[in-house]
């Protein structure tokens, strides 16, 4: 049993019917997306609880082993296409909380068909990794400048239930963080194992623009709605 994650909670409706469990980037918390929920139009969605967990601090390798919020430890390379493998523990170790808030929300009368896993940067790769792999269907899986970590075994690991889930995926065409190539090759990768994939990119770095927010809206009443 892992400690639940602590969280920030906003609901659009007293009842909320759906949820959307949105993680944040390296170095970020909970509260960096909370704003975003008052930007996005959700005419026609259901009440909806965002939910923002903390990651937990750990030291980061690329920032000199300082201690910070982080989904998982990032060396020099990894984000250069190196072979250097992921922190597969850290990500697994990520996979097994969020699976964890899925079942909180599970026994808060939200079924696994109605919650979205979506996250930025680091926290968009842990929503990928979990969301399909997880073993009942969600509603959908949205990944912001991001890419699939552990992509070796995922073939193997991928869950059935999830192999029809609606993904987004979006970059900026000018990300000097996470290469705007990692994030195509993630859906190339989930696109020739079967995954309907919405990609959508922007001349941007790395960062969220207005276009995007509105097409996050789109996406949203539509697996949700």
């Given at each position: 049993?892992?400690?639940l994650?602590?969280?920030?909670?906003l609901?659009?409706?007293?009842?909320?019917?759906a949820?959307?469990?949105w993680?944040?980037?390296?170095?970020?918390?909970?509260?960096?997306?909370?704003?975003?929920?008052?930007?996005?139009?959700?005419?026609?969605?259901?009440?909806?609880?965002?939910v923002?967990?903390?990651?937990?601090?750990?030291?980061?390798?690329?920032?000199?082993?300082?201690?910070m919020?982080?989904?998982y430890?990032?060396?020099?390379?990894?984000?250069?296409?190196?072979?250097?493998?992921?922190?597969?523990?850290?990500?697994?170790?990520?996979?097994?909380?969020?699976?964890?808030?899925?079942?909180?929300e599970?026994t808060r009368?939200?079924?696994?068909?109605?919650?979205?896993?979506?996250?930025?940067?680091?926290?968009?790769?842990?929503?990928?990794?979990?969301?399909?792999r997880?073993?009942?269907?969600?509603?959908?899986?949205m990944?912001?400048?991001?890419?699939?970590?552990?992509a070796?075994?995922?073939?193997?690991?991928?869950?059935p239930a999830?192999?029809?889930?609606?993904?987004?995926?979006?970059?900026?065409?000018?990300?000097?963080?996470?290469?705007?190539?990692?994030?195509?090759?993630?859906?190339?990768?989930?696109?020739?194992?079967?995954y309907?994939?919405?990609?959508?990119?922007?001349?941007?770095?790395?960062?969220?623009?207005?276009e995007?927010?509105?097409?996050?809206s789109?996406?949203?009443?539509k697996?949700?709605?």
């Amino acid at each position: 049993m892992t400690t639940l994650l602590e969280t920030i909670e906003l609901e659009t409706s007293k009842n909320p019917v759906a949820t959307v469990i949105w993680m944040h980037g390296l170095g970020a918390d909970g509260n960096d997306f909370v704003p975003i929920v008052n930007e996005l139009d959700l005419a026609g969605a259901p009440g909806i609880r965002f939910v923002f967990p903390h990651a937990p601090v750990r030291a980061v390798t690329i920032n000199n082993g300082h201690r910070m919020r982080a989904w998982y430890d990032i060396a020099f390379g990894d984000l250069e296409g190196s072979s250097r493998k992921a922190d597969e523990k850290g990500v697994r170790e990520s996979q097994a909380q969020i699976g964890e808030l899925i079942t909180r929300e599970n026994t808060r009368g939200i079924s696994s068909g109605n919650i979205v896993l979506a996250g930025f940067s680091q926290g968009g790769a842990i929503a990928l990794h979990t969301g399909l792999r997880h073993p009942e269907k969600l509603a959908g899986v949205m990944a912001l400048s991001t890419y699939l970590p552990l992509a070796e075994s995922f073939v193997q690991e991928a869950a059935p239930a999830n192999k029809a889930t609606s993904v987004f995926m979006a970059h900026g065409t000018q990300d000097p963080v996470v290469p705007y190539a990692m994030g195509r090759n993630s859906h190339d990768l989930l696109n020739q194992s079967g995954y309907a994939i919405e990609w959508q990119e922007y001349p941007m770095q790395h960062s969220v623009c207005m276009e995007e927010v509105a097409d996050i809206s789109r996406w949203l009443v539509k697996v949700l709605g």
